[in-house]
């Protein structure tokens, strides 16, 4: 089977966020998810996100970054 990975657009949002709550769950910890599909396209700026998806545009996988810059000791 082939993939394609390419970067996430809006469309991915609701199984992104369903990737997140699965994470979450596994992490025992399902209630800590408060993100919704909404927050993340107000706070699209403040992440990246990569969608792994087959020939036929399923997404099967994510990859979510962010950066984050402490300023008191740096990196």
């Known amino acids: 089977m082939k993939y ?5 657009e809006e469309k991915d949002y609701p199984q992104i ?3 997140i709550k699965y994470l979450a769950l596994f992490e025992e910890a399902p209630d800590k998810v408060l993100n919704t599909v909404d927050f993340m396209k107000q706070e699209k ?4 996100c990569y969608v792994a998806e087959t020939e036929d545009g399923k ?4 990859a979510l970054y962010f950066f984050a810059y402490f300023t008191w000791v740096g990196k």
Not at 4 to 8: E, K, L, M, P, V
Not at 59 to 62: E, K, R
């Open 4 to 8: 394609i990975i390419r970067q996430a």
């Open 17 to 19: 966020l369903q990737y």
């Open 45 to 48: 700026d403040l992440f990246g």
């Open 59 to 62: 997404v099967v996988g994510m």
